[in-house]
C-alpha cells in the first residue's frame, strides 16, 4: 500500500496547487483548445521535464558517486544492474510526454526557429535515454557479470572506495581483456547520458528565458483570502479533496510509526 499512499499524496499536492491556480476553471480560451487542456498539457511538460532533470542530476552526480564510495565494489555493480534500467526507462518516458506535450502545444509549421530546437532536445533526451536503455545497458551488465565472475575467483571485488582490478589485471590476461571491453561500453554510456543531461540543461535554459517574460503581478493578499473564504465550486472540491488525502496520508505513516 506504499505506492497508494505515495500516489494519494501526490495528488493531494496537486490539488493544493489548484486552489492557488482557480482560474483555469471557467476562464474562456483565446486558442482552440479549452484552458482545462492547456494547463494540463503544460503541467505534464513540466513535471516530466523536472522529473527527468532532476532524476538525471541524482543519479549521475550525486547517488551514483556516493553508491561507489560507501558500497562493496560488486555490491555496487549489482545495484547499478538493477537500478539503470528502471532510472533510463522512467528518463526516457518522461522525456517522450514532456517532447510530446512541448509539440502539442508548438506545433512543427507554426513554431518558431527557438521552439524547434527546443523540441529537439527533447527528442534527442528520449532517443539518448532509449539507446542506453536497449543497447548500452543489457551490453554492459552482461560484461560486468562476467568480469565480477573472474574477480571472485581472484578474490577481489569487496573493496570498498577502490579497486584491486587493475593490479590482478597485470597477471590475469583474460580479466585485463574484459576490462577494455567493459570501459569501452560503459564509457559510451556515460557518455550519451551525459548528452542526454546536456540537452535537458538547455531546456531549462529556454523555460528560464520564458518565465522572466511572464506579464502580470500577484493578487493582493487581502484578495487572495477573500478568494479562500469564498471558495468556487472547484475550489472547494479542491480542498475537499486534500483534506481527504491528507487524512489518508497521515492516518498511513501513523500507522507506520506507532503500530
Known amino acids: 500500500m506504499a505506492w497508494l499512499t505515495r500516489f494519494l499524496t501526490a495528488v493531494a499536492f496537486l ?14 480560451s483565446d486558442g482552440s483548445i479549452s484552458p482545462i487542456l492547456s494547463t494540463s498539457i503544460k503541467l505534464a511538460h513540466l513535471l516530466c521535464f523536472a ?9 549521475t552526480f550525486i547517488g551514483g558517486i556516493l553508491m561507489f564510495k560507501y558500497l562493496p565494489r560488486h555490491q555496487f555493480g549489482n545495484l547499478q544492474s538493477k537500478m539503470f534500467p528502471a532510472y533510463f ?5 518522461c ?43 543489457p551490453m554492459t551488465i552482461e560484461m560486468m557479470k562476467h568480469r565480477h565472475k573472474v574477480e571472485r575467483e581472484e578474490n577481489i571485488g569487496n573493496e570498498i572506495g577502490g579497486s584491486k582490478n587493475q593490479e590482478v589485471a597485470k597477471k590475469n590476461p583474460k580479466l585485463a581483456a574484459m576490462n577494455k571491453k567493459f570501459g569501452m561500453i560503459h564509457g559510451l554510456s556515460s557518455l550519451i547520458n551525459l548528452m542526454s543531461f546536456g540537452v535537458l540543461a538547455m531546456h531549462t535554459w529556454y523555460l528560464a528565458e520564458k518565465a ?3 506579464r502580470g503581478g500577484m493578487r493582493d493578499l487581502g484578495g487572495f483570502c477573500f478568494s479562500l473564504i469564498l471558495p468556487k465550486p472547484s475550489r472547494l472540491l479542491a480542498v475537499s479533496v486534500t483534506v481527504l488525502l491528507g487524512s489518508i496520508f497521515v492516518h498511513n505513516w501513523s500507522l507506520l510509526f506507532f503500530a
Open 95 to 137: 522525456c517522450a510526454v514532456s517532447a510530446a506535450a512541448f509539440g502539442y502545444m508548438h506545433p512543427w509549421k507554426s513554431a518558431t526557429t527557438t521552439e524547434k530546437y527546443q523540441l529537439g532536445f527533447l527528442v534527442s533526451a528520449f532517443a539518448f535515454n532509449l539507446i542506453n536503455l536497449f543497447v548500452f545497458t
Open 51 to 59: 522529473t527527468a532533470w532532476g532524476t538525471a542530476l541524482w543519479v
Open 89 to 93: 526507462s522512467m528518463v526516457g518516458v
Open 15 to 28: 490539488a493544493v496547487g489548484v486552489i492557488f491556480s482557480p482560474e483555469t476553471f471557467g476562464s474562456k
Open 212 to 214: 522572466c517574460r511572464l
